[in-house]
């Protein structure tokens, strides 16, 4: 059946350090990935998409990357602030065009 | 304006109670969704439209009902729910399929 995991349920880090959180995926062959902040009691926030031929994608201090060999995305967060402590959300589009699927997440905390 | 709004913000019913979640965007996105979201789980989508027809259910029970009146507006009726259907309940929308979702900061709804 198709999964996506999440490296870890939670990731602490320190303030200016560079935070990496995992997604991988089994099961799928997606035509894009998706990440997502979520902050406690409120709707996600779309950050970056990658489609399946790229490789990298910046913006500001966030770069995604996307092997579809290896079945994994990496999601980069350079220079890190407390303010960056949140969910994040990685997300595929399951079979069916519109449904996306999204995976468990990783509590990000960044501590001054 | 890239905003959807969900009202209520908040919702206690009773199990026999009658009530309707409504949800707004005004971007012009042609796909609207809904998602239910336990704690510390991540969104699970219930029901997509695109361009006002029904795409996806994702086997929702029918004491759930969606209706899109028109392309801007995405309601969610309940009946007779149970204490476990208590949850945040997403809305969010998207231009087409492969493209970026956004959400609405949701409805904490509990069952009583």
């Known amino acids: 059946s198709q999964k996506i995991e999440q490296n870890s349920e939670a990731l602490n880090i320190q303030e200016g350090k560079t935070a990496t959180l995992t997604c991988n995926y089994t099961n799928y062959s997606p035509a894009y990935l998706q990440w997502y902040r979520q902050d406690p009691g409120r709707g996600p926030v779309f950050l970056l998409l990658i489609r399946e031929n790229e490789k990298e994608k910046r913006k500001e201090r966030l770069k995604v990357t996307f092997d579809t060999t290896l079945k994994q995305s990496l999601f980069h967060i350079t220079a890190s602030q407390p303010a960056d402590s949140a969910t994040y959300l990685c997300a595929l589009d399951g079979t069916g065009g519109f449904k996306t699927i999204f995976g468990a997440g990783t509590r990000l905390f960044v501590k001054a | 304006d890239t905003e959807v709004t969900q009202t209520p913000k908040h919702l206690v019913m009773g199990m026999t109670n009658k009530k309707s979640l409504k949800c707004e965007q005004h971007?012009?996105?042609?796909?609207m969704y809904w998602y239910k979201q336990k704690a510390k789980k991540p969104p699970e989508l219930m029901f997509v439209y695109s361009y006002e027809k029904l795409s996806i259910n994702e086997s929702v029970p029918s004491r759930f009902s969606p209706e899109c009146p028109n392309s801007s507006l995405l309601n969610l009726h309940l009946h007779a729910l149970q204490p476990e259907d208590s949850a945040l309940y997403l809305c969010?929308?998207?231009?087409?399929?492969?493209?970026?979702?956004?959400f609405g900061q949701g409805t904490r709804l509990t069952v009583v």
């Open positions: 971007m012009g996105h042609r796909a």
């Open positions: 969010a929308s998207s231009q087409a399929e492969n493209t970026e979702a956004f």
